[in-house]
């Protein structure tokens, strides 16, 4: 069964921290791993995409890593802001189907 | 600023009746895909249109239809709404390996 788990949950840290966020995937063809910010209450916007050949990704302060060989993903985020706090989810679409396949995502919460 | 564009923003309705949800797509994107987020969760697949097609369905009862038109926008109807469809209710717009979501519909069921 094709599955997208994220982890931790939830996460709270202090402003100016660095944090990782974990996904593991089962997606089988695998195409690419999309790493989204949800605001609450808003759309996903997306980070990063990764694709099969890519190990590492940066855009800004979030860098995204891949490991094709045992699908896991990471996301780290350098220098938190208060603007952080948010939802991130990782997406893995089914090659098959077009589909796109949610992690349950991540709740990061960064206080001053 | 993504170029998908969803309406209304908000809406409440009562048990029982009709809603139509719309999605204006990023251009030249021909695939759009509908989900549902309750609160506190991951979004859930509903369905997917490709070129005015439906190409794939989630659990959804029937009752969840949608429609795309030749300029790729697209709706979302709920008949006989239920307490448990309010959520957010979020499209994107597709192509190959991009995929851009709107600001998304809050439903709100009462």
């Known amino acids: 069964k094709n599955q997208v788990e994220q982890s931790p949950q939830s996460l709270i840290i202090l402003e100016g921290k660095n944090c990782t966020l974990q996904c593991n995937y089962t997606v089988s063809p695998f195409s690419n791993l999309r790493w989204y910010k949800q605001d609450t209450g808003r759309g996903p916007v997306s980070l990063t995409i990764m694709t099969f050949s890519e190990n590492t990704k940066s855009n800004g302060r979030y860098t995204a890593t891949l490991d094709a060989d045992t699908k896991q993903s990471s996301l780290h985020i350098t220098a938190s802001q208060l603007s952080d706090s948010a939802s991130y989810i990782c997406?893995?679409?089914?090659?098959?189907?077009?589909?796109?396949?949610f992690g349950q995502g991540t709740t990061l919460q960064v206080k001053p | 600023e993504t170029g998908v564009t969803q309406s209304p923003t908000h809406l409440i309705k009562t048990r029982g009746q009709q809603v139509t949800l719309r999605c204006s797509s990023q251009?030249?994107?021909?695939?759009v895909s509908w989900y549902q987020q309750a609160l506190g969760q991951g979004p859930q697949f509903i369905f997917q249109?490709?070129?005015?097609?439906?190409?794939g369905r989630g659990n959804f009862p029937p009752r969840f239809s949608g429609l795309q038109f030749p300029n790729y926008s697209s709706e979302l109807n709920v008949n006989a709404l239920e307490l448990d469809d309010s959520a957010l209710y979020l499209c994107a717009s597709s192509f190959l390996a991009e995929a851009f979501f709107g600001q998304g519909t809050r439903l709100t069921v009462v």
């Open positions: 997406v893995v679409p089914s090659s098959n189907t077009g589909k796109l396949i």
């Open positions: 249109y490709y070129r005015e097609e439906e190409n």
């Open positions: 251009s030249g994107h021909n695939t």
